[in-house]
């Protein structure tokens, strides 16, 4: 017979032996580790990091596209100057204009959005009466703010936004929540944000208008249009000594220097027939300016009339260039100068709002 153990530990050797490892283990000095690294501050309920939301950005607008007339050449082709969400006058304006849709092409010059009242019914009716259009900078902004809400904002609360905006940290120096561009851009449905970023910077017009081109802001007249920058195009006003510029203050008109370049071209010439990436004739429709107000000269029509700001809403119609307007309240409170907060009255923040009743 065994003789009993000495000890008086009644445990299993299995279980004795257990507990001397997690003795062991609480006797053991924890190792020298660095501190944990610090995460990233994140936002939202899906804890967007901070990092990636500074660091999007929306496509690239399209550069230039040459429209077709889709069956019968129009009888009229009419731009219209910077519209700024004032979807009743643009009414009145087509109304005084007798207009016709199976008839007359309209054709936007941009910034249909922001500063007046209804930015979203502006676009419904630019698409219910199918115009043509060119993107303006303040299309581009609603267009950016919309992507960034799509992608990595989809999460963010308004608070938040605000948040990030204040430290600098949202994607775009000119984003601002609480101006017109944050709320329009949540209005718009699926359909109008296609439609609105469809819209290239440059739209040269087919035969037999194809001497003119519509743009929003300006061209610079040392490059061939498929050699531009669709940034520039949509605020360009002057050319100054580094090249393009939206200031009024620096450099030369934009369309003064480009009546110089065209003086050595005509229309006679045949150079309108070359490759669109070569420098050829044009005559350009433009908007953006309101600061110089309607500006009409031989090769250049700007038509941007300072709608919102009590000014008018301008038509420019081909053929025969003639114009027709309708007169404006002053929506934005201000006078068309920049870099100033305004007042804003809006009544487009109903996401589904309709546009009025189509013309005939």
């Given at each position: 017979m065994q003789a009993p153990s000495s000890n008086n530990d009644t445990r299993s050797p299995d279980s004795a032996a257990q507990q001397q490892r997690q003795q062991a283990v609480v006797n053991t000095p924890p190792p020298s580790v660095s501190p944990h690294p610090q995460q990233p501050k994140a936002y939202g309920r899906l804890k967007v990091r901070a990092a990636d939301v500074?660091?999007?950005?929306?496509?690239?607008?399209?550069?230039?596209?040459?429209?077709?007339?889709?069956?019968?050449?129009?009888?009229?082709?009419?731009?219209?100057?910077?519209?700024?969400?004032?979807?009743?006058?643009?009414?009145?304006?087509?109304c005084k204009l007798k207009f016709k849709r199976d008839e007359d092409q309209v054709v936007l010059v941009g910034d249909l959005v922001a500063k007046g009242p209804e930015s979203v019914g502006v676009v419904r009716r630019a698409r219910q009466i199918n115009a043509w259009c060119v993107r303006g900078n303040h299309d581009d902004r609603v267009i950016r703010w919309r992507e960034f809400l799509d992608g990595p904002g989809a999460t963010l609360s308004e608070s938040e936004l605000k948040s990030l905006e204040k430290s600098g940290g949202l994607p775009y120096d000119d984003f601002k929540v609480g101006k017109d561009h944050y709320q329009?851009?949540?209005?718009?449905?699926?359909?109008?944000?296609?439609?609105?970023?469809?819209?290239?910077?440059?739209?040269?017009?087919?035969?037999?208008?194809?001497?003119?081109?519509?743009?929003?802001?300006?061209?610079?007249?040392?490059?061939?249009?498929?050699?531009?920058?669709?940034?520039?195009?949509?605020?360009?006003?002057?050319?100054?000594?580094?090249?393009?510029?939206?200031?009024?203050?620096?450099?030369?008109?934009?369309f003064e220097l480009w009546a110089d370049?065209?003086?050595?071209?005509?229309?006679?010439?045949?150079?309108?027939?070359?490759?669109?990436?070569?420098?050829?004739?044009?005559?350009?429709?433009?908007?953006?300016?309101?600061?110089?107000n309607l500006q009409l000269h031989p090769l250049t029509k700007g038509l941007d009339s300072r709608c919102?700001?009590?000014?008018?809403?301008?038509?420019?119609?081909?053929?025969?260039?003639?114009?027709?307007?309708?007169?404006?309240?002053?929506?934005?409170?201000?006078?068309?100068?920049?870099?100033?907060?305004?007042?804003?009255?809006?009544?487009?923040?109903?996401?589904?709002?309709?546009?009025?009743?189509?013309?005939?």
């Amino acid at each position: 017979m065994q003789a009993p153990s000495s000890n008086n530990d009644t445990r299993s050797p299995d279980s004795a032996a257990q507990q001397q490892r997690q003795q062991a283990v609480v006797n053991t000095p924890p190792p020298s580790v660095s501190p944990h690294p610090q995460q990233p501050k994140a936002y939202g309920r899906l804890k967007v990091r901070a990092a990636d939301v500074k660091s999007f950005r929306a496509g690239p607008p399209t550069l230039l596209e040459k429209k077709e007339f889709s069956a019968k050449e129009p009888k009229r082709l009419i731009f219209i100057g910077d519209i700024h969400g004032s979807l009743k006058e643009l009414n009145l304006l087509l109304c005084k204009l007798k207009f016709k849709r199976d008839e007359d092409q309209v054709v936007l010059v941009g910034d249909l959005v922001a500063k007046g009242p209804e930015s979203v019914g502006v676009v419904r009716r630019a698409r219910q009466i199918n115009a043509w259009c060119v993107r303006g900078n303040h299309d581009d902004r609603v267009i950016r703010w919309r992507e960034f809400l799509d992608g990595p904002g989809a999460t963010l609360s308004e608070s938040e936004l605000k948040s990030l905006e204040k430290s600098g940290g949202l994607p775009y120096d000119d984003f601002k929540v609480g101006k017109d561009h944050y709320q329009i851009a949540r209005d718009l449905s699926p359909d109008d944000i296609t439609w609105l970023k469809s819209l290239p910077t440059i739209l040269p017009l087919p035969l037999p208008y194809s001497e003119w081109v519509v743009v929003h802001g300006g061209l610079d007249p040392s490059k061939p249009l498929l050699k531009q920058s669709a940034e520039d195009v949509m605020v360009t006003r002057n050319i100054g000594s580094s090249g393009p510029t939206s200031s009024r203050d620096e450099g030369k008109a934009w369309f003064e220097l480009w009546a110089d370049k065209m003086k050595g071209l005509s229309p006679s010439s045949g150079a309108k027939d070359l490759n669109f990436d070569e420098m050829h004739y044009n005559k350009i429709i433009y908007g953006h300016d309101a600061g110089r107000n309607l500006q009409l000269h031989p090769l250049t029509k700007g038509l941007d009339s300072r709608c919102v700001y009590g000014g008018q809403l301008t038509a420019f119609v081909l053929p025969g260039e003639k114009t027709v307007s309708v007169t404006c309240p002053n929506y934005d409170g201000g006078s068309g100068s920049d870099g100033k907060d305004r007042r804003r009255r809006r009544r487009d923040s109903v996401p589904n709002a309709k546009a009025e009743p189509m013309y005939t």
